[in-house]
């Protein structure tokens, strides 16, 4: 019988406003692979993240093989052969895979008898070699910020290795990969379960607890529902545990019915601030009554494709027209009173200024128009009466109503906002960037009913999402970015999940 | 459910630094601890700290003194000490404007004896009547001290330079080409400052006679006074003031927001740099009448200190100008008096400025506190 | 010619040690603007010591300001960890806490000197005044042309300096400390996750700053007044921060901008001289560095890079 590993015991935490976990007790045992599943918000990262050191629990105590621990930093953590890869990569993007991985750790040699110094060509052995142990096949030498974002995860696994570790956290490892991506990750996870290790797998997609894991902890709102054996138990269940209720995944969808193009986008070229191109020759057209969705991988280009449309980045050649009228080198505001809305996938720094109050974000899109503006001034009036219809037809939750400071909003109703008043600016074409990241399955399955409502009032709609499955259940259309080129377009009905993935790895190519 | 117990300590006093009144407990809470500090100081160097702080408000106008000279009583104090802080307002308004764009104009001071000099060398020294005399000197101080500041704020938006650098760099080169152009054609050689300018183009009317007391009139007071709530209401009515905000705090929103970010950081510096200009006219021809060369105004750090000290609000900025004039102006006399240092109130200004520097980290503490208190509050009404 | 050289090292020198002193603080992610400050609080307490105890050796010896080096480097990097504290500790805005420590340094020192004469003195005096520093001439080296100059008439302390630089280079490149620096101003969380105390780290490096700034305000101290007076302050600091903003916050780089200010300072000087302009040309000439700083910042601004973490506020919690 395998002992307990790690033992939870009335662990409690509380961050300003919220209790992140609420007395929560179970444990993990050695050789195992052990799923936290939860939504978005329900506490699953906070709790690992107390196992690693970053956070300390208000109340109750952590046992680790047995013994009580304090771990009060990652040093700790690292010296009780814990370690995580985080869903936020803490890698630094200037440094070498190696000078990441031995960061802390560092081996040295002494130049001339005495001068201490980092030993890097001892390093680059050591991990080329642990590299091709675990199958985590990388160049000791290459920079960070040159790899592949599935790549920079093979770094943060090869972290934990180098230092031994024998828990290893995985914190929402397959957001940012692809279909084959995950098949391959989860393959290594299984070794790693072989050679002894003790998997903890942070998720919230049960199809992937089902593939590898024994057993899984549910955590709802920070409080624990139930560990669960996984084998027996069915996804229903599991989703049940999760939400509190059943969830319908299945959208409704009328059929589509497209009408006239809306948005043109012809060879569209954009270059970014080292003049390297990242979106490439893009075509593509989004009718009336059409969602249009774009999956990839993250970092081929979405997101200055993106930006491109709505004004944000410079296009280098080729042209974008909405409704007809040439927009490639039209100013912002420009685009947004002809007809153009954009959720932006930066919250915090794009779409939000989070110092001003929610009234003064609601209105950022119009309040130079009559009736927020006479001449020079603003009539806040009419403001606050505009926001506070936003607020009720849409729940935004503020505490101070329209006075509200955005910065002290939760991350759900920031983005409720956003979502709100773009679309209540009515435009014929509305692009949403990763709408729903990051956010419980009560705003996504809203947001994604808004998206479909907005299509069947006869907008344009284009989606661009790193999730495949928001992809695959709301998009009338799917074409697939890699490396900065539009791959594939196709009608949803008529491609398979598997495919897309492929064309997302630029495994396949068109024709 | 007994909620009450559930309260931190002196939870009454924390409502009290957080929340609504935060605004002014903060800069009072600098205040003290600046004279307590103070206190110390003048107490290790063997002096009386309240004789200390009485002199000082004498010095300004605030309280009377024990003698005066023939004409001279506590009101001509007074309008002296307004003299010297119109310039003060005008120029911690600068500083202000720069900060609500998100920008640092720590170039006050070059704006300032730019816009003094050429006013100097164009009207000062003609021999224009007054009533044309005064209009215009006020046009060249805003004129000059825009372009500079402008320029500022062009080298940042398009060439992205840090504007403190430039700020600074443009004080020297200021300073040095003034003092080359007043050493070579414009020296007194009495004074070793520029020559007087003519009386009539003086923005402050020195020597009024009236009840048989001679004092000032600083004319442009009450226009200070003015700009402050002009600035106010730009802030907070209008819709330049709501785009130059955005701009401050966060450039990206306010570009996705269709807003033209390189059109409001140049307004922002150009307005800031005007203001500058009409604080070194009031500075230069007006409480005084000639320029030292060689030298900045310490009026253009000083500036920064008053902008934090008022929360970095136009009409803040009365209050706190009021403050650090008042330690300025007061220090002569207090250092006659009871024999400390007139440095000490520059000392007083420094660190009142460091405590304000620590106010963000005050507001965190405190609202760290009381919003862990109130997650407690509500979890136990959790069922 | 040889002067250019000459005058032109002795200015560039002590404006690259500041300028190290800066590339550490802002490599490991804090914005050190207050590096005027820091030499100012440096070279005060460098002319302190030589006021109170330079009489105590002998006349004529030179370890006074052997000390008054070693006492500019630690009141500089004392009074670096306000700094520290504000930007740390208490979060304050980095900027307005390096202005701070700028205006503070100036206040503070004046009255102090200013007291401080009063008091133990008995004399009304704004300066501390120090020995004049003797000059060094290589033999033979010093007789090559052109190349020469750099051997002739030099300061002890550009010796010092060249040290100082060869040391910072390889602390910072080479030894793990420097690697944890930089990885501090990239991505602190990373370095947090890696075991090693972020702000802790951060604290040295300001420290560092402090006393590498400290010690290049000495110098301009023995060099630009033979004393310690408010005149300090003329903007070396800022010039430095120009420098390593040319530099890319490498050591390398910026050792060729402050190069670049220090020749075409003394160049203008010299140029005056020559063609024989009165003396108040002089301050025209003065303006070179200052212009050329913003010329050289025009063209190279946009194509930097600042280290990715500098200037934000470090909060554990932030995922």
């Known amino acids: 019988m395998a002992k307990n590993i790690i033992e939870f015991r009335n662990v409690t935490k509380r961050f300003p406003g919220v209790v992140a976990n609420d007395n929560i007790s179970f444990s993990i045992k050695e050789g195992e692979i052990f799923a936290l599943l939860g939504e978005n918000g329900a506490g699953k990262s906070t709790l690992m993240s107390m196992l690693f050191g970053l956070y300390q629990p208000d109340e109750g105590e952590i046992y680790v093989r047995g013994k009580l621990e304090h771990i009060d930093s990652p040093a700790k953590a690292a010296s009780l052969d814990i370690g995580m890869v985080h869903q936020h990569f803490k890698l630094v993007s200037n440094y070498t895979v190696t000078e990441n991985i031995i960061l802390g750790i560092e081996p040295i040699k002494r130049n001339l008898g005495f001068l201490p110094a980092v030993d890097i060509n001892k390093a680059n052995a050591k991990i080329e070699e642990l590299s091709k142990t675990y199958g985590l096949e990388v160049k000791p030498t290459s920079v960070i910020k040159n790899l592949k974002v599935s790549e920079q995860q093979r770094v943060e696994i090869l972290k934990m290795l180098y230092r031994q570790a024998e828990i290893l956290i995985f914190d929402e490892p397959t957001a940012v990969l692809t279909p084959q991506e995950i098949d391959y990750l989860l393959e290594i996870i299984r070794n790693l379960r072989d050679k002894g290790k003790t998997i903890i797998l942070i998720t919230h997609k049960l199809e992937e607890i089902k593939r590898v894991a024994e057993r899984c902890a549910v955590l709802n709102r920070g409080r624990l529902m139930g560990i669960l054996d996984v084998a027996t138990t069915s996804t229903k269940e599991m989703a049940r545990m999760m939400v509190g209720h059943d969830i319908n995944w299945e959208i409704e969808k009328k ?257 | 459910m007994d909620k009450k117990n559930n309260k931190p300590k002196a939870f009454w006093l924390l409502r009290i630094f957080g929340g609504k009144w935060q605004f002014l407990t903060i800069p009072l809470l600098s205040i003290l601890f600046s004279l307590i500090a103070i206190s110390i100081i003048v107490l290790l160097i063997g002096k009386n700290p309240l004789t200390t702080l009485t002199s000082l408000l004498q010095g300004s106008g605030w309280l009377p003194k024990a003698t005066y000279a023939a004409h001279k009583n506590m009101f001509t104090d007074f309008t002296e000490f307004l003299d010297a802080m119109t310039p003060m307002l005008f120029a911690s308004l600068a500083v202000i404007v720069a900060f609500k764009a998100g920008l640092f104009n720590i170039g006050v001071s070059g704006q300032m004896l730019l816009a003094g000099f050429m006013a100097t060398i164009f009207i000062g020294y003609s021999s224009l ?203 002569t006399y207090m250092s006659s008096i009871v024999g400390v240092r007139q440095e000490i109130a520059s000392l007083i200004t420094g660190m009142i400025l460091l405590f304000s520097a620590c106010r963000a980290y005050i507001k965190y503490k405190v609202d760290l506190k009381l919003s862990t208190s109130q997650a407690k509050g509500s979890e136990r009404g959790k069922v | 010619m040889n002067l250019v050289i000459i005058d032109g090292l002795s200015y560039a020198l002590p404006l690259l040690i500041i300028a190290i002193g800066g590339i550490y603080s802002e490599r490991s992610g804090i914005t050190n603007l207050a590096l005027e400050g820091m ?47 504000l930007c740390i500790k208490f979060r304050a805005n980095q900027v307005i806490s390096g202005v701070v420590i700028n205006i503070l340094s100036v206040a503070l020192t004046g009255f102090l000197t200013n007291q401080i004469n009063m008091s133990v003195f008995g004399t009304s005096s704004n300066k501390f005044p120090l020995s004049v520093s003797p000059r060094i001439t290589v033999p033979g080296l010093s007789d090559i042309p052109v190349l020469g100059a750099v051997f002739t008439n030099f300061y002890p302390f550009e010796v010092l300096i060249l040290i100082l630089f060869g040391i910072m280079w390889y602390l910072l490149y080479r030894t793990r400390f420097g690697l944890r620096l930089r990885a501090c101003g990239d991505n602190p969380h990373a370095v947090e996750a890696a075991g090693v105390n972020v702000e802790r780290v951060r604290f040295w490096a300001v420290v560092i700053s402090g006393a590498l700034s400290g010690i290049g305000g000495m110098c301009f101290a023995y060099s630009i007044s033979t004393n310690f007076s408010p005149s300090i302050y003329f903007g070396a600091g800022y010039l430095a921060i120009a420098a390593l903003i040319f530099g890319n916050w490498n050591i390398l780089p910026t050792f060729g901008a402050c190069l670049v200010f220090g020749f075409a300072r003394s160049g203008a000087y010299q140029l005056v001289k020559v063609l024989e302009m009165s003396s108040s040309v002089t301050d025209l000439a003065m303006t070179i560095p200052y212009i050329l700083t913003l010329l050289l910042l025009a063209f190279f601004s946009k194509s930097n890079r600042a280290p990715r973490a500098l200037g934000e506020i470090y909060d554990r919690g932030k995922r």
Request: hydrophobic content about 45%; charged content about 15%.
């Open chain 2, 129 to 331: 009547p007054s009533a044309l005399a005064w209009p215009l000197v006020i046009l060249v101080g805003i004129v000059m001290g825009a372009i500079v500041g402008g320029f500022t704020g062009f080298l940042k938006y398009r060439f992205n330079i840090n504007e403190v650098v430039t700020s600074i760099m443009l004080n020297y080169i200021i300073q040095y080409v003034v003092s080359f152009f007043i050493n070579t054609r414009y020296v007194d050689a009495v004074s070793r400052q520029s020559r007087a300018i003519n009386p009539a183009a003086r923005l402050t009317i020195v020597n009024f006679e009236a009840n048989d007391l001679r004092f000032r009139i600083p004319l442009c007071f009450v226009v200070a006074i003015l700009a402050a709530f002009l600035i106010y209401l730009l802030f907070s009515k209008s819709r330049q003031g709501y785009e130059i905000k955005a701009v401050g705090l966060n450039p990206k929103a306010a570009k996705y927001a269709g807003i033209s970010v390189g059109k409001n950081i140049l307004l922002g510096m150009t307005l800031s740099g005007a203001l500058a200009g009409l604080a070194g006219v009031t500075y230069y021809l007006g409480y005084y009448n000639t320029i030292q060369p060689n030298t900045l105004a310490s009026m253009g750090f000083d500036s920064i200190a008053v902008a934090l000290l008022g929360n970095s609000h136009p009409l803040g900025a009365i209050f706190s100008s009021t403050l650090i004039v008042t330690l300025t102006k007061g220090s």
């Open chain 1, 255 to 511: 059929p589509a019915k497209f009408g006239e193009t809306v948005l043109r986008v012809s060879n569209l070229t954009v270059e970014n601030e080292e003049k390297l191109k990242v979106v490439k020759n893009v075509s593509f057209e989004v009718h009336r009554g059409e969602i249009f969705a774009i999956a990839g991988v993250a970092g081929n280009g979405q997101v200055d494709l993106a930006d491109a449309i709505a004004g944000l980045a410079k296009a280098t050649e080729g042209t974008v027209t909405l409704l007809g009228k040439d927009i490639t080198h039209a100013h912002v505001r420009e685009r947004n009173t002809l007809g153009l809305s954009y959720v932006p996938e930066d919250r915090h720094n794009v779409g939000l200024i989070l110092d001003f109050t929610l009234t003064d974000n609601l209105v950022m899109k119009n309040y130079f128009k009559p009736p927020f503006c006479k001449g020079s001034i603003l009539q806040k009036q009419q403001c606050y009466a505009y926001a506070n219809q936003l607020i009720e037809r849409f729940d935004i939750r503020a505490a101070n109503g329209g006075d509200t400071l955005v910065r002290s909003m939760s991350g759900g109703n920031q983005q409720k906002a956003i979502i709100a008043r773009e679309i209540s600016e009515n435009s014929d074409f509305i692009m949403f960037v990763q709408p729903t990241r990051g956010l419980d399955i009560g705003a996504i399955t809203a947001i994604r009913e808004k998206m479909i409502e907005e299509r069947d009032n006869g907008k344009a709609v284009l989606l661009i999402s790193l999730d495949l499955d928001e992809i695959m259940s709301c998009a009338d259309t799917i074409g697939v970015i890699y490396n900065g080129e539009l791959l594939r377009i196709a009608e949803a009905s008529k491609i398979s999940k598997n495919e897309v993935g492929e064309y997302m790895m630029g495994v396949k190519t068109d024709g």
């Open chain 3, 39 to 85: 030499l100012g609080m440096g070279a005060f307490t460098g002319g302190l010591f030589v006021a109170l105890f330079g009489d105590s050796f002998a006349a004529g010896s030179n370890a006074p300001m052997a000390f008054a080096f070693l006492f500019a480097a630690i009141g500089g990097g004392i009074y670096a960890m306000l700094h520290a504290l």
